[in-house]
């Protein structure tokens, strides 16, 4: 079946000590976007990419990055995790700009200890 | 400053009756309009969207609501049914630029048999 793999499940890191959370689909869809969710509170975009185009949103701090190597994969580094950054991280993908929906992965919950 | 917002945090139903569960924007921009589902430890899932050329949208079981003038969406499931228990988020976005979907923070809906 087509779909958006999310890897690990969950993630414990150490305050400070980078992380690398791992997105991958099979639907060859154009747009990847990462979402935090934190404790309910609404899934917030961080940045996405169309293609090879990164878009980053005005409020994502600069402690997150993505990478986007090929149309599969997407990745997204957290440089120096802070207590504030355990939250629910979700994958999605879309088959193009425009009025499409989302595929989500099932998210990867990461832990700061 | 949240511009999607679902004000009901829970909802419980009775089994084979309606649930209605709704959104409120504040962002004139948005004119397209979509519900997740959400069951624990898995990601959303794509329910049913809405354009604003519409009022209405019906797939089965589930018929969205849209009140422009008002800023309102609702989601309506008939006759609910133990398995919908789930959390929903509603999502809108401007149907211009980059299509990013702004969610709200979510109705958990709970099924009773």
């Known amino acids: 079946d087509a779909m958006v793999i999310q890897n690990p499940r969950y993630q414990v890191t150490q305050f400070g000590k980078p992380v690398t959370l791992s997105c991958s689909q099979t639907?060859?869809?154009?747009?990847m976007y990462w979402y935090q969710q934190k404790s309910s509170q609404a899934p917030k975009l961080l940045f996405h990419?169309?293609?090879?185009?990164?878009?980053n949103e005005a409020d994502t701090p600069d402690n997150f990055q993505s990478r986007r190597p090929n149309t599969s994969f997407c990745f997204l580094d957290i440089r120096s995790p802070g207590l504030g950054d355990a939250a629910m991280y979700l994958c999605a993908t879309s088959m193009d700009r425009g009025p499409y929906g989302y595929t989500f992965g099932s998210g990867t919950r990461l832990t700061v200890v | 400053d949240q511009q999607v917002k679902q004000n009901s945090p829970s909802l419980s139903v009775q089994e084979g009756r309606i649930s209605i569960l709704n959104c409120d924007y504040t962002n004139s921009m948005f004119d397209y309009f979509l519900w997740y589902k959400k069951y624990p430890a898995e990601g959303p899932t794509f329910l049913i969207s809405i354009s604003s050329i519409k009022d209405k949208n019906e797939d089965g079981r589930f018929t969205v609501f849209l009140n422009k003038s008002a800023k309102h969406l609702s989601l309506h499931i008939v006759p609910s049914q133990p398995g919908d228990s789930a959390v929903y988020f509603c999502?809108?976005?401007?149907?211009?630029?980059?299509?990013?979907?702004?969610f709200g923070t979510g109705t958990r809906l709970k099924v009773l048999a």
């Open positions: 999502a809108a976005s401007p149907t211009s630029g980059t299509y990013k979907y702004i």
């Open positions: 639907l060859n869809h154009n747009v």
């Open positions: 990419y169309y293609d090879k185009d990164f878009n």
